[in-house]
Structure formats: C-alpha cells, structure tokens
C-alpha cells in the first residue's frame, strides 16, 4: 500500500482514507483512460460515472486474478507450492471470517485459530486463510516461525502495509506502544535493543536485594489472608510484585507500593478487563492504572481480528484514547522526575560532554539522557513496564494454578526446595540448583507462553521452510508471493502438538524436562519451545523473568504447603469457563478451572483464586 498521506501511518482515521484512496484511486485511472478512449466526455455525465462503477470490480477481479496466476507460476518456478488456502462459500472467505469470529466469543483461547486448522482436515500446520482476497498467514509450524525469527530474520519485519486486511501494527498498536521496542523496526528497534540490553545483564538480574523486598510482602500478605480464612486472586498479587520490583530495579522509583493498596477480596471483586477488579467504590490511581493499561490491551485484539478496516468500529471513539490518557498520566511524574533529574546533571558538569556509564543510574534516566521528547520516553517506558510486569506475573500465575491442581508434583517441588534452601532467600548459585523448579517453570511457560501469538510481515515473496514433507520424502517448501503479507504465529498452539510433544502434551509434566531422552528431543531442536520469542528479538528480559519467578517460588513454598483453587466460589462472576469445554476430549479446555484468555499478553479471565495453608515449620 502507498502512503499517499504520511501522518496515516500513525492515524488511524487517516489510515481508513488512505485506504480508501488506495482502493478507487487504480480503478478511476482505468475509467478515465477508458473514457478518454471512447470521447465519453462529449456524452452526459452519467456515462462517465458508469463507467467509473463498472471498472471498479472489473479493475479489482482482474488484479486478484492476476496476482494468483502469477504467484502459482512463480511457486512452480521454485518448486513449491503456495499454502494451502482456507476456502468458504461466500465472496472473499467472509462466511469463516464470521464464523472464526463467532468461535472465538465463547471458546477457549485459539479456539478461532484451531476452528480454522480443523476446517483444513488438520493434514497442514500453515495455512492462508485468505480474507477479502488478502494471503494472511497462520502458522503453528516450528521451523516456519525458526525461519521468520531466526534464520531468515532478514526476510520478515515487525511492520507491515499490506492493503486490504491487513493492518500493519504500528498502526493499530501505536495508542499505546508509540514509538516504543515493540512497535520498532530496523535502525530504530536496533536503537531501542542496544540502550536496553545492559540493564539485563547478569550482574544487575543477580541482585536479588528488590526481590527480597517485595517478596517480603507478598508472604506477609499470604499469612493475613490465611489468617482471615480467605483466598487471593494470585494473577493480581503477582501483577504488583513484578510492578513494585520492576519500578526499583529499571526505573529506579522505590514508590510504586502496589503491594500496600487493597486488593480485591473473594466474593467482593468485579470482573476487571483482564482479571479481577476492586469495586468502583473501593478503587484507587492504582486500579484506575490496571484498569486502563490491561483494558487497552484487550481492546486491540478486536482491531487485529477486523483487520485493517477495525477504525471503522471506532470511528466516533478510539477505545484507546481515554485509557491512554490514564496510563500517561500515571508515568508522567516519573517522566518528569527523570528528566529533571537530567537537567540537574548537565547544569552540574557544565560544557563537558561527559555521558552517563551504563552502571550509573536506572534504565529510566538512559532512556530520558537520549531524549528530551516526553512522549518517546513515555512510550518507551511503557514497553518495558508491559514486558516486565505481564509476562513475569503471568508464568508466577499460571505455575501456581498448575500446582493447586496437583498436589504430588507440587509436594515434590517443595521438597527440593526445603532440601536445599529451607529458610531464607535463595542466591543465584541457589537457585541453579533447583531444577525441578525450573522444570515446573519450562513446562507452565509451554503450556501457558507470556505472548501466547505474535505477528511478521514478509519483507519481500518467501519460501518458508515447513516440517511438512513432500512424497519423495524432501522437505516441502511453501511460497508466499508479496512482501508485506501478515504472518501470525501461535506458539501456545505448537507448544501443545502431540507431534512434537507426545501424546501427554496437553499435561502438565515438568518430568519431561529432566527426562535424557526428552530433553535431547528439545535441546535438538529448541525452536519447539520460544515462549520469551527467539533469534535477534529474543526477550531481553526473559532470565530477569526466570530469576524472579525462581525467588518468589522459593520464598512461597518455603511458608506454605498446600494450595486449593477457589474459582468457583470465589471468583467474580463471568470468569468460569463454560460447560461445554469439558466435552473436548483430549484438549486442554477439557480439564480446565479457569479462564485462559489472550490480550497482547496471556491472562486468566477474572484472575486465579487460590487459598493456602501455612506449613508447620514457618
């Protein structure tokens, strides 16, 4: 597609306009050429309108045609075939673009994705599921998605300007990403990666001082609600720990104090946009924060799903804006304190152009030392608060959920734990150690990844490299002929293949992961498991995220021995999955108490209630 108005790149109005000059721009060129032809001019304007209408489809069916020809005599060309092609009955796939839509309302997550896979028979893992005669993408391949993040890197972008359904998602993502890491591309995201990167680095994410703090709290938190006979929404409680941690160790700002505001209590909660949510009586700057920045998250997947015409849905009102003025007002103070404090350094070393080390001051105070544009830092910020709360909190809450569910597994974790550091905090050599614990973590980050899918763009016509096989036994190859074709991939999907993970992979198995025979299954081929992304955007966070999760784990088991779910009784209503989930046999939902659900990040619909019992010794 053609930018023929620049600002549309971040404009979503803008964008619908451009589009729209995209679409009968080509069409008026070809009437007028014809009307030019034929002296239509000297004839009533009516013929020239006609003529305009008719050329129109004319224009259009001509060009799809076109393109599909030419992309199998290409295929054929490379010896490959094109992907396999969802097809429905009506024009442009729209009858399972709406049944896709309708699966998805009711359904566990994916179950859209799945419903498309099913439609093909199951006999393929990439499929193009062509709407509104656009290739998009769906993949549950691993050597596919290996291709896209690592070995073609290159060949695949974060961006894309595809033209009818595929909105590129710096568009669609920019109310609340910006012009932060995740929305970044080339030279830009390069820029972003390398002033981030040494804040992860082994000596900072070894530090386990922020850990200790907050972790302090959470366990005082635990023993009072055990005291009050009362259970906790453990996706909130870890949501603030990894804020609260995450604001001292990046962002150098030990006041966030989360963890010392109420939290929604059993029974009393409402549904919040992703878990639960005080009532609006008892809320707070705290809760508007959540409510606004997980609000907004859940918002874009619509925006995704209805492709690049979604600001026609939002046209008289961005969804985005009033979240976006909360979550900006609520960093705004630590935006404004890092830049003052940058001021305050320049005037104090004067003309020198000294510049900050890199072991100097916080993440925070690099990113506003590059920059004195308030919104870039804002954006920037935001990023990183996203990775360094939701996905960390999302493994801590799912893991426990696991190990409420099962009590063995959970009684053998603990007793690797009090076998090897009974009482006090863990170190890092401490935690190495300990690895049923991070198998228990491996196997809830397959079963439940933080980005559970994520989006490329082809950079220019790929072959992508599938582990399907042709009949002469030869790795098949499938071409996808324009650049800027959207490309989804499911890794929640191909981390729960039989295939590739036997017939128990649906279950939650740590053992797999100290098994010989297992684990030179994964270590052979490690792309069946990239629930931090991998290649060159592999997250930069994910052994602060390993570490974090590691101590906290500790420190809970060593106070507590038992866990029971309380969903059912204690989750606010409309977070218990429908009955007719158990009627999956042999799939996840089947055996599944809450409510797994995708935003930008995995989350469980109304949080995870869980109650506990102080061990005898603690």
Not at 103 to 115: G, N, Q, W
Not at 342 to 347: A, C, H, I, L, Y
Not at 577 to 582: G, I, S, T, V, Y
Request: net charge neutral.
């Amino acid at each position: 597609m053609y930018y023929l108005i620049p600002s549309a790149r971040t404009s979503p109005r803008l964008y619908v306009v451009n589009l729209c000059l995209n679409f009968l721009i080509p069409p008026l060129i070809l009437a007028t050429l014809f009307s030019q032809r034929l002296a239509l001019h000297n004839f009533p304007w009516i013929y020239q309108a006609i003529t305009y209408i008719l050329a129109t489809p004319l224009y259009w069916t001509a060009k799809v045609q076109y393109d599909c020809l030419t992309a199998k005599r290409e295929a054929r060309k490379l010896g490959a075939d094109l992907v396999p092609e969802v097809k429905g009955k009506w024009p442009g796939n729209l009858d399972v673009f709406l049944e896709a839509a309708k699966a998805r309302k009711m359904s566990y997550s994916f179950t859209d994705i799945t419903y498309l896979f099913d439609r093909m028979g199951n006999q393929f893992d990439t499929i193009n599921f062509r709407v509104l005669w656009q290739d998009h993408i769906i993949t549950r391949d691993h050597l596919v998605m290996k291709q896209a993040l690592a070995t073609g890197f290159s060949g695949f972008n974060k961006t894309g300007n595809n033209i009818l359904f595929n909105s590129p998602p710096h568009v669609r993502l920019y109310d609340l990403f910006g012009d932060g890491i995740f929305n970044a591309d080339g030279a830009e995201w390069k820029a972003h990666h390398a002033l981030t990167r040494p804040f992860f680095a082994r000596e900072r994410i070894t530090d386990h001082e922020h850990f200790e703090k907050y972790s302090n709290k959470v366990l005082e938190i635990l023993r009072k609600r055990v005291q009050d006979g009362e259970s906790i929404d453990v996706q909130d409680l870890f949501g603030r720990f990894t804020l609260d941690a995450a604001g001292e160790f990046l962002f150098g700002v030990p006041d966030f104090n989360t963890l010392d505001l109420p939290l929604p209590r059993p029974g009393k909660s409402t549904l919040g946009p992703k878990g639960s949510s005080m009532p609006e009586t008892e809320r707070n700057a705290y809760t508007d924060f959540v409510n606004a920045f997980e609000g907004f998250q859940v918002a874009i997947v619509p925006r995704g799903l209805r492709g690049a015409l979604w600001p026609l849905w939002e046209w008289s009102k961005n969804v985005a804006k009033q979240p976006n003025e909360v979550i900006t007002n609520w960093v705004r103070p630590l935006i404004e304190q890092a830049l003052e404090a940058k001021r305050e350094r320049e005037k104090a070393k004067g003309n020198r152009e000294d510049k900050m080390e890199t072991d100097e001051g916080s993440l925070l105070e690099h990113i506003a030392e590059s920059t004195d544009d308030i919104k870039l830092v804002r954006d920037e910020l935001v990023n990183i608060l996203l990775a360094s709360r939701d996905t960390t909190a999302g493994l801590l809450s799912f893991l426990f959920y696991l190990l409420s569910m099962d009590p063995v597994r959970l009684e053998k974790l603990r007793g690797e734990i009090l076998a090897e550091v009974s009482t006090g905090s863990p170190t890092y050599d401490d935690i190495r150690r300990l690895k049923y614990l991070r198998a228990c973590l491996n196997e809830t980050l397959r079963i439940f990844p933080p980005v559970p899918y994520n989006t490329r763009f082809t950079a220019g016509p790929s072959l992508l490299r599938t582990a399907e096989s042709n009949r002469d036994g030869s790795t098949k190859s499938l071409y996808v002929p324009h650049a800027h074709t959207q490309m989804r991939y499911a890794p929640m999907l191909m981390q729960t293949r039989k295939d590739l993970w036997g017939e128990d992979a649906v279950e939650f198995r740590p053992e797999r992961w100290l098994e010989k025979e297992s684990l030179a299954e994964i270590t052979a081929d490690p792309f069946r498991f990239i629930p931090f992304n991998a290649g060159p955007r592999i997250c930069l966070g994910q052994n602060f995220a390993y570490n974090q999760a590691s101590f906290l784990t500790v420190r809970i088991l060593q106070a507590f021995d038992s866990f029971q779910l309380r969903q059912r009784e204690d989750a606010p209503p409309g977070s218990i999955p429908p009955e007719a989930w158990k009627e999956a046999n042999g799939q996840r939902q089947a055996v599944e108490q809450i409510w797994p659900a995708a935003g930008v990040t995995l989350y469980s619909r109304g949080g995870i209630w869980i109650s506990m019992k102080m061990a005898p010794s603690a």
